[in-house]
């Protein structure tokens, strides 16, 4: 047993405790007491007049482009900083990619960052967070039509594993449907991608302007055909976004 004190503990943003008494077996929090029904149980670990709270949730990670931070533009729209950001990453060998990779992983887990879900990644990011006490979900994010998926890695302690669509303006209909079946059989978490999507006419597929007009800028593949990509129907509950007028 081991005993955490402090000046208050966060339950939730509108529940607070004074001078609480947070007790861990193990890894884990056996009870939560303040004032007067605070007992301690074992060592002490005197925090002042800090705040015990839980663990901060970092959902949405692309911890494989850590070290680009600080190289791309900010300040000249989104199609120069996407193409920048293309042109950089082809550039890091793993080593640099995984080391920065490391590097972001320790700056979470001293800023209170317990869980994190990881999105893309084109470099091994298990090999830096598999040290971590970081609980993570890996997404393997997947753009185009996504025919062939391959096996996901199989999960480990912290580490679990499932697939993404980009979004409905990056992958086809067919990919949005092929990804979410598999997370589906497979029992994973599906991250809902139409929550990102532009805009989607009365019968759930794409509005008259749901290809945004940077997508024909690109020398690639994915939007050199996007337009052709048939309505979305029967794929499921991600087509029913909140329709607005285009």
Same mark, same amino acid.
């Given at each position: 047993?081991?005993?955490? /004190?402090?000046?208050?503990?966060?339950?939730? #943003? +509108?529940?607070?405790?004074?001078?609480?008494?947070?007790?861990?077996?193990?890894?884990?929090?056996?009870?939560?007491?303040?004032?007067? /029904?605070?007992?301690?149980?074992?060592?002490?670990?005197? $925090?002042? #007049?800090?705040?015990? !709270?839980?663990?901060?949730?970092?959902? $949405?990670?692309?911890?494989?482009?850590?070290?680009?931070? %600080?190289?791309? &533009?900010?300040? +000249?729209?989104?199609? &120069?900083?996407?193409?920048? !950001?293309?042109?950089?990453?082809?550039?890091?060998?793993?080593?640099?990619? !995984?080391?920065?990779?490391?590097?972001?992983?320790?700056?979470?887990?001293?800023?209170?960052? @317990?869980?994190?879900?990881?999105?893309? &990644?084109?470099?091994?990011?298990?090999?830096?967070?598999?040290?971590?006490?970081?609980?993570? +979900?890996?997404?393997?994010?997947?753009?185009?039509?996504?025919?062939? !998926?391959?096996?996901?890695?199989?999960?480990?302690?912290?580490?679990?594993? *499932?697939? *993404?669509?980009?979004?409905?303006?990056?992958?086809?209909? %067919?990919?949005?449907?092929?990804?979410?079946?598999?997370? /589906? /059989?497979?029992?994973?978490?599906?991250?809902?991608?139409?929550?990102?999507?532009?805009?989607?006419?009365?019968? =759930? =597929? #794409?509005?008259?302007?749901?290809? &945004?007009?940077?997508?024909?800028?690109?020398?690639? =593949?994915?939007? +050199?055909?996007? $337009?052709?990509?048939?309505?979305?129907? @029967?794929?499921?509950?991600?087509?029913?976004?909140?329709?607005?007028?285009?």
């Amino acid at each position: 047993m081991l005993t955490h /004190r402090a000046a208050w503990a966060m339950m939730e #943003p +509108r529940h607070w405790i004074a001078s609480p008494a947070v007790t861990l077996e193990g890894n884990r929090i056996v009870s939560v007491a303040g004032g007067s /029904r605070a007992r301690t149980q074992g060592p002490v670990v005197d $925090h002042g #007049p800090g705040v015990i !709270l839980p663990i901060l949730v970092n959902a $949405h990670t692309h911890l494989s482009l850590s070290a680009l931070r %600080g190289r791309l &533009p900010w300040d +000249r729209g989104f199609v &120069p900083w996407v193409q920048a !950001l293309m042109k950089e990453r082809a550039a890091l060998s793993e080593a640099q990619a !995984l080391g920065a990779c490391g590097k972001a992983v320790e700056e979470m887990t001293r800023r209170g960052v @317990g869980a994190v879900g990881e999105f893309g &990644p084109h470099v091994a990011v298990e090999k830096a967070l598999g040290p971590s006490p970081l609980a993570a +979900r890996v997404w393997l994010e997947f753009f185009g039509d996504a025919r062939r !998926l391959p096996p996901l890695p199989g999960d480990t302690q912290g580490i679990s594993w *499932a697939y *993404a669509a980009h979004a409905p303006h990056t992958v086809s209909p %067919g990919g949005l449907c092929r990804i979410r079946e598999q997370d /589906r /059989r497979s029992g994973r978490p599906w991250p809902n991608p139409g929550k990102r999507s532009f805009s989607w006419n009365r019968e =759930g =597929g #794409p509005g008259r302007n749901f290809w &945004p007009p940077w997508a024909w800028t690109f020398q690639h =593949g994915v939007f +050199r055909w996007a $337009h052709q990509w048939p309505t979305p129907t @029967g794929c499921g509950s991600w087509i029913r976004t909140p329709w607005r007028s285009t």
